[in-house]
């Protein structure tokens, strides 16, 4: 059983107590919530003539659904309107902040909330949407869950949880020019599995994570639900409080220091104990990128497709599927694959850095022939940023559509979708069969800046040949 | 609040390791502000790409109560809306080799147990449904077992969430909500709410 780490002092010192069950129940320190998996909750807490207990502890905005072309309301989908409409109504009779567009502070939720200074370390953060492991990046705990428990956190602040085991996953080293954060969490699913993870929490420690700014820690932690561990986290340190320091939400004056020094209090000790630990060296990490159809099969864009003997026995069949679905043949290299779309943004990607990185490749070059190409910011913040920087004018050259904020082609519950058969180079965190909006649409996980360059070639590229 | 002891009805299986929650309720159907109309859409595009050979479409398993499936099932996203879609289908338990974690959780707080057991013990329950669709299983939580026929196969859960689903203590909302006052000495212990303000 894990002791002394960040995990353990953030659990205990949000425990209320033990449930008759035996499981905890938890403090939520603070609480996101979206138009998709929060109407039914509160419809809950109408049923049961339950009141939202701490209302100032949930911030609400609205991702999932945005239309990233025509915003104007009505919205043209009858469908999204009424779930824009029920969140209006919701955060208004319950007194819960709500970022609507237009505000300059709506955003994917797991982007909006670090950028305004509102996640923290040493908190405990919840939100109805398995990404909430973003927030780990901070040094707090942060973690998805369903509908039944968003009413729970609504009407108690608190949730019925059993501990989790942590697993210290550390990478020492230096990355390569052309390999990024995203290379380097695919790199671990791609070795500790897609199931590797379930019943931890990832600690992300090591050099390699260390000399990370703070958007990139956010792109590792993400994507630690994709390895099966509901929370990762990485310990809060300078590089930490430089990006807090000023933001919105931030102590100030007197209590900054007295933030600080509480937030280096609840970093893992130097002989904490964890239930497990597995270490990686930087330097044998390519661009990587997923062929099949989990965020686990993953290879260095320079590699083959594997081929049946050159998996584990447990991995075969999912592979076989894999290879139908992609229409993609084992021993074929990945580099080449032509590409339909390519799509730069998510809670995994759509933040200033990843746009920077990509706008880099994209520069002075263009969208090759037949190939739509679209950038989606993560939040109105980070628009404006960007245009600011001119970011949107060099894509634009380059034949990239430019867009609002939101979720968009990630999961394709807006107007965004793959067609047909179609296969998307996408900087986002899921590979799933039909997850971009087609029933037979194929996606291709990778960095931006792989995207970026997908999209100038028409195919699968390594981008370090662009650089 | 309802104790879950036992489930006993008729068994569907379902092939297949990682199957995520766009799977079970495609994103497109996420578009509604109640899980209502959730059941008819459950596995959509799978079904509608196996043209009425998918296990939720075969008549042998209509009525079915569990659901029995492999490795990783609910992988994905958060969406309780996936394991509400199964319940309202008409799934009221599940054995699977394993479960994502979320998913899991979800199943918890609507009372749907979903047990593990070994993956030669879940292929030999699934070759039986198959051969067996109108024969009744037991799934047993005191028991720790589901019976099958003349078989019986061991089955486990977290004690935490079994003992939830046996004392009929697995919503567990009303219990927290009554901690109020314990609540609120956590919220006074952390130092944080007082400089971070959430809106």
Redesign the interface.
Known sequence: MSKGTLFDKVWDLHTVGTLPSGQTQLFIGLHLIHEVTSPQAFAMLRDRGLKVMFPERTVATVDHIIPTENQARPFVDDLAEEMMQALEQNTQTNGITFYNIGSGNQGIVHVIAPEQGLTQPGMTIACGDSHTSTHGAFGAIAFGIGTSQVRDVLASQTLALSKLKVRKVEVNGKLVPGVYAKDVILHIIRKLGVTGGVGYAYEFAGTTFEQMSMEERMTVCNMAIEGGARCGYVNPDQVTFDYLKGRDAAPKGAEWDKAVTWWQSIRSNADAEYDDVVIFDAAEIAPTITWGITPGQGIAVNESIPTPEALSENDRELAAEAYQYMDLAPGTPIQGTKIDVCFIGSCTNGRMSDLREAAKVAKGRHVAEGIKAFVVPGSERVKQEAEAEGLDKIFEAAGFEWREAGCSMCLAMNPDKLQGRQISASSSNRNFKGRQGSASGRTLLMSPAMVAAAAITGTVTDVRTLL | MSQVKTVVGRGVPLV???I?T??II???F??????DGLGAQVFA?DR??MQGQHPFDQPQYQGATLLVVN??FG???????A??AIAKWGIQALVGE?F???FF??CV??GVPCVTAAPADVQVLQEWLAANPQSTATLDLEQKQVQFGESSIPISM????R??FL?G?W???G???A??E??Q???G???????????
């Not at chain 2, 996420?30 to 899980?35: E, G, H, I, M, P």
């Not at chain 2, 992988?75 to 809306?81: A, K, L, N, V, Y």
């Open positions: 297949g390791n990682d995520d766009d799977r495609p994103a497109r996420l578009r509604c502000v109640t899980f595009d509608t790409q490795r990783n992988c994905g996203s958060s969406r309780e809306h394991p509400q394993s994502a974690e979320i959780g979800n707080a609507m977290g004690e935490g969430a003992n939830m004392s203590t919503d567990a909302c219990q927290l909500v901690q109020a314990q609540i000495q956590t919220a212990r952390l130092p944080y709410l007082s400089w971070s303000r959430a809106s």
